[in-house]
């Protein structure tokens, strides 16, 4: 029986076909490889998550459809209701886009405004077709006159389009480990699929408040917002109530829409503690949040157990050169504990000397310590060697003069 051939021009097809989809093949393996599923953003590292305190269902009762109040600097949830629970969030929408805004645009940036930014619908900043204010002056309109109007401007002038810029926003909310948030829009009217959480509210909060330009925004009662070369000027006042009424209020967000109903974001700073609340579909947004914010204030104390700057021991290196090394904590470990019972408040450290596997690298984690209340585990932080750690080779020890 003969054997078939190809024509050599079929052959050379076929060869080609062949590279081709080998090298299809491999792109698309590469491509698997690089960018993996469920990537896209990375993890914004720096500030604590948010702990959850033993008995964080007490406190005052709260008939908001969803509600929490953190310690900003520990991160700690000292009252939650239906925290996870997926709610339109109106206008605290705001709190994100100036996040955004701030890190992605100058401040003294001219913005000039479109015809679709000034038929904005809602609470406004009256801007017209044309008007030109740098980005600053946007963001005072933004935060305390809650202007829609300003917040597609703003959106336009970062990304382009409010498309783009929501898609910006949402890239950024999973930075910050708020998993549970889909935005839509730049100001938080109603959108399909807008949605967030108290929980994840209280996570951009934490991270917003420690840009210095947005904590002078929020704080601000009143501002006159003046348009490009002195143009006109308008004189805004902030939709937080309790900034007037509320001894250390100093921020953060109003908002209300049919479908939100009545929502705040709330900051207070005394005696350099600082808490936060987040009342979703509230009846009483002021009262409630006035509520939260006198509880944390009431009832809790503020401690630092651990810094950065203190090692807390020393652990062995299993013949590494040098034989010991200290430890530090990654970063502070700030813990809020209630009044009285800070005798059931612990701080235990753990040293895991088989993590460190010659040569050893600074940074690498060598333990934890952790706080305990009532004997249960609440939070911890990881324990870092600062110096490298090479194999003891016996001409070490000589030149040292140790055996």
Same mark, same amino acid.
């Given at each position: ?7 050599g ?54 008939? &908001? ?22 709610r ?9 886009? &100036?996040?955004? &805004? ?42 305390l ?34 998993l549970?948030?889909?935005?839509q ?71 209300t ?10 900051? &207070? ?18 009262g ?45 470990l ?16 753990s ?53």
């Open positions: 029986m003969g054997v078939f051939r190809f024509p021009r079929a052959r050379r097809f076929l060869l080609l076909l062949f590279l081709s989809l080998a090298l299809v093949a491999a792109g698309a393996l590469k491509y698997r490889k690089e960018i993996p599923a469920g990537s896209g953003y990375r993890r914004v590292e720096g500030y604590p998550p948010l702990i959850y305190l033993p008995n964080y269902t007490g406190g005052p009762a709260i008939h &908001a459809r969803a509600a929490i109040l953190v310690e900003e600097v520990s991160g700690m949830i000292l009252y939650a209701k239906n925290e996870h629970q997926r339109a969030p109106a206008s605290t929408t705001k709190i994100l886009t &100036a996040i955004v &805004a701030l890190e992605k645009g100058n401040l003294e940036d001219i913005v000039t405004v479109s015809r679709r930014a000034a038929r904005t619908g809602g609470s406004s900043l009256w801007l017209k077709a044309g008007d030109r204010l740098t980005l600053k002056e946007l963001l005072e309109g933004l935060l006159c809650s202007g829609n109007d300003a917040g597609v401007a703003v959106a336009e002038h970062i990304a382009g389009s409010e498309r783009n810029f929501a898609r910006m926003m949402n890239r950024k909310a999973k930075e910050l480990g708020a549970n948030s889909n935005f829009n730049p100001h938080g009217l109603r959108a399909p699929s807008h949605y967030t959480t108290a929980y994840d509210l209280a996570r951009l909060t934490c991270y917003a408040l420690r840009n210095p330009e947005f904590s002078r925004l929020v704080a601000a009662r009143e501002e006159a917002i003046e348009w490009y070369q002195g143009e006109k000027t308008r004189k805004v006042r902030n939709t937080n109530r309790l900034l007037w009424s509320f001894a250390g209020a100093d921020g953060v967000k109003t908002g829409t049919s479908e939100a109903g009545y929502c705040l974001v709330a900051s &207070a700073t005394r005696d350099g503690r600082r808490f936060i609340s987040v009342v979703l579909n509230s009846p009483d947004r002021w409630e949040s006035a509520s939260l914010l006198e509880y944390g204030f009431s009832n809790f104390t503020l401690k630092l157990l651990a810094t950065p700057e203190e090692a807390v021991g020393k652990i062995e290196t299993a013949g590494g050169y040098p034989r010991t090394v200290a430890v530090y904590p990654r970063r502070p700030m813990v809020v504990i209630p009044k009285g019972e800070e005798g059931y408040a612990q701080k235990r450290i040293l895991r000397p088989e993590k460190l596997r010659l040569p050893v690298k600074p940074g690498t984690v060598a333990g934890e310590i952790a706080f305990f209340f009532r004997g249960e585990n609440v939070c911890g932080v990881d324990l870092i060697v600062r110096e490298r750690v090479e194999k003891d080779w016996w001409w070490r020890r000589l030149w040292s003069g140790h055996e």
